[in-house]
């Protein structure tokens, strides 16, 4: 998961920089301003508590001046107040205090995100601590020939996003030696995979943890409108599949015409490490055993599962419809997610060795939770906001008067996600968690452009869009430290606005080419984002 965990970055002024190799201008300017403004925000965790804080004390006030919106929602629709208004409920009240306590934990048990996140993680789980991605990726990448070898990088980025910070810790070192093994500058190596690891990072081929991560955020801010909307992990698949392969060759694309022809012909002089002593480890004969057995057992559960899913009467179609669309299959799809992992992790394990005993498995499954602690005290202060703001119709009071004057300037057309992708990417850039920042902009967004008549499901994807593109040039995003530290050992005194200047073409490039995708694939095709998404949605 994309995540801003806090921890200190290194300023401008931290790195030692060569005047000749920094770019300048007024966009280097504006980034170390964003940078800056990133640092002086609290802690994501801290910021959760104080916005809960705020929502009950502007609660209060406007609970006292008894602040009212009309509801746009037809008489009689559910939840729809007798009087045909929305009005702001005061927390600052003894009603208000005893909610507050008397929910505070099953708002944190109830949140859709917690659980599902955490199962799933407990699958990949195995699968990270077997040794199965490490392995797979290994042979994705060094099998690829050399007329391929910048498109299996970027490609391996965007599926690495499966495991986290595999891509991130693994991937991007990897393909920096890759690039300087074959005589390439190491810098596009490592600008390719990053593209892919962190650009990409809402694209992919299967279903990952960040997908039941923002749908429960949208399905909550969605019933702000519709009480009973459902919006499950699987609502983007079809338009995050389909922008695995753009973002391959726009990152391949990017590197080879732009990125690469600018950093010209690489000089090992420019080095901080001795060279020769890099080695990547090639994938060893009995790995690659295992990763064969490993792709037979998915086979076979594939099989087992088509089953169940194709024939008519299969039992985990929808019964009463008979359809795909809200089957069991669907609305359990984290379970498929955990199982798709977890057994080929334990076969490949089993064969390498890396998971003799139950006990092997128990760790690898406890691991991935250890690593959640400040995830789970993240969801902990955000649940109690989004359940605030809820409560207050805050949520609500906001959308209405946002679509409003949405529809007072005339903005209710397509061209509304283009500002609405652009915003996202902005704050992005000083808030780079996406589940942080989906929370606090999902509650006003999501109602705001239902009422104007879109999908939550589109909004969401529109969302991931600006999430990602963002994500290469802002320090704020957690593995950017990581990032420049592994570039410096090939570029000796390497700054921060070398690295964004590096990375700033993939961003234009994705943002123009992946919303252009949009447009086409639900304005101009009509096509669905997801299985069972709809594109519009009438209040």
């Not at 300048?24 to 994501?44: A, T």
């Not at 890759?178 to 694209?203: D, E, K, N, T």
């Not at 005993?357 to 128990?362: G, L």
């Not at 390497?494 to 694939?521: D, E, K, N, Q, R």
Request: hydrophobic share 50%; net charge neutral.
């Amino acid at each position: 998961m994309s995540s801003n965990n806090g921890d200190s970055l290194p300023l401008p002024n931290d790195v030692p920089s060569d005047p000749n190799n920094q770019p300048s201008g007024w966009f280097v300017r504006f980034l170390n301003v964003v940078e800056r403004l990133g640092n002086l925000l609290p802690h994501p965790i801290t910021l959760f508590a104080m916005f809960c804080a705020a929502v009950v004390v502007i609660s209060g006030i406007a609970g006292y001046f008894e602040l009212t919106v009309v509801d746009p929602r037809p008489e009689g629709a559910s939840g729809r107040s007798a009087d045909g208004l929305i009005h702001v409920v005061s927390l600052m009240n003894a009603e208000g205090l005893r909610m507050i306590v008397s929910n505070l934990v099953t708002n944190f048990t109830g949140f859709t995100p917690l659980g599902t996140v955490l199962v799933a993680l407990l699958g990949v789980g195995i699968a990270d601590r077997s040794g199965l991605l490490s392995a797979a990726m290994r042979l994705l990448v060094m099998g690829a020939s050399k007329r391929l070898v910048t498109l299996t990088l970027v490609f391996a980025g965007i599926v690495s996003n499966t495991a986290s910070e595999l891509g991130y810790v693994v991937l991007i070192p990897m393909a920096a030696m890759i690039f300087h093994s074959l005589g390439r500058h190491p810098l596009a190596g490592l600008a390719a995979a990053f593209a892919g690891v962190s650009g990409g990072y809402s694209a992919n081929l299967l279903l990952g943890t960040v997908d039941p991560l923002l749908s429960g955020i949208t399905e909550a801010a969605a019933q702000m409108i519709d009480p009973d909307y459902i919006v499950g992990p699987e609502v983007n698949w079809y338009f995050m599949f389909v922008s695995t392969f753009l973002i391959t060759f726009l990152g391949a694309f990017v590197t080879e015409k732009i990125v690469e022809p600018k950093l010209g012909k690489y000089d090992s002089s420019e080095a901080a490490i001795d060279l020769s002593e890099q080695k990547m480890d090639t994938v060893t004969a009995l790995e690659k055993k295992g990763l064969k057995i490993a792709g037979l057992a998915v086979l076979v559960m594939s099989a087992i599962l088509a089953l169940t899913i194709i024939p008519e009467g299969a039992p985990l179609r929808n019964q009463e419809t008979g359809l795909v669309a809200g089957s069991p299959f669907l609305k359990g799809i984290v379970a498929f997610i955990f199982i798709c992992f977890a057994i080929p992790g334990l076969v490949y394990g089993r064969v390498v060795g890396t998971m003799k005993r139950d006990i092997d498995v128990i760790n690898a499954m406890s691991s991935s939770m250890s690593s959640m602690g400040m995830y789970i005290v993240l969801v902990f202060f955000a649940s109690q906001f989004v359940a605030f703001f809820k409560w207050t119709n805050l949520g609500a009071v906001l959308a209405v008067s946002g679509a409003d004057a949405l529809n007072a300037v005339g903005l209710t057309g397509p061209l509304v996600f283009v500002l609405f992708i652009m915003m996202c990417g902005f704050i992005n850039l000083m808030l780079g968690s996406a589940s942080a920042q989906w929370a606090v902009t999902a509650p006003i967004f999501v109602p705001m452009l239902m009422l104007v008549g879109y999908a939550p499901e589109t909004i969401q994807a529109a969302y991931r869009i600006g999430d990602s593109v963002t994500n290469l040039i802002t320090p704020m995003m957690s593995y950017f430290g990581l990032i420049l530290a592994v570039a410096s050992q090939y570029k000796k005194n390497l700054g921060i606005g070398t690295l964004v200047a590096t990375m700033l073409p993939y961003s234009i490039v994705f943002f123009i080419g992946w919303t252009c995708f949009f447009f086409i694939w639900v304005f101009v095709f009509g096509l669905p984002v997801g299985p069972g998404a709809a594109t519009y949605y009438t209040p």
